[in-house]
């Protein structure tokens, strides 16, 4: 499985983002997909997850009630919406996959990777 995010950039505070990762290869449309990022001299964390079916996510307390992910199966793509952005969101945003993993699972980290994409929110 190869994934691909885009829609990283520059945003203000209190702005909006909206992050795509489209995958390719084996198929993954049953796979737990996921965000996950890394600040500067910071360890990746884990940002949110959504199962195969879209019915359950999972987020980190810090992005909770701001960020919003989702996906569509038959585009094989999985997105993360971003509002309410703060300084601290500044990261390297990576989706992944995994066809093992649930999404209460997902912090632990998953299989597959794609390319970061830069976002940085400016105060």
């Known amino acids: 499985v190869q994934l691909q995010a885009f829609g990283g950039g520059l945003a203000q505070a209190g702005g909006s983002l909206r992050l795509s990762c489209a995958a390719s290869?084996?198929?993954?449309?049953?796979?737990?997909k996921g965000w996950f990022r890394q600040a500067p001299g910071k360890e990746r964390e884990f940002v949110a997850a959504?199962?195969?079916?879209?019915?359950?996510?999972s987020y980190a307390d810090s992005v909770k009630g701001r960020f919003t992910i989702s996906r569509d199966n038959a585009k094989n793509t999985v997105y993360l919406q971003m509002n309410s952005l703060k300084p601290e969101d500044t990261a390297v945003y990576y989706c992944a996959a995994d066809p093992i993993r649930t999404v209460a699972s997902a912090t632990r980290g998953m299989d597959y990777w794609g390319k970061g994409t830069q976002v940085t929110v400016s105060s």
């Open positions: 290869g084996r198929t993954s449309s049953s796979y737990v």
């Open positions: 959504i199962s195969w079916t879209g019915g359950r996510t």
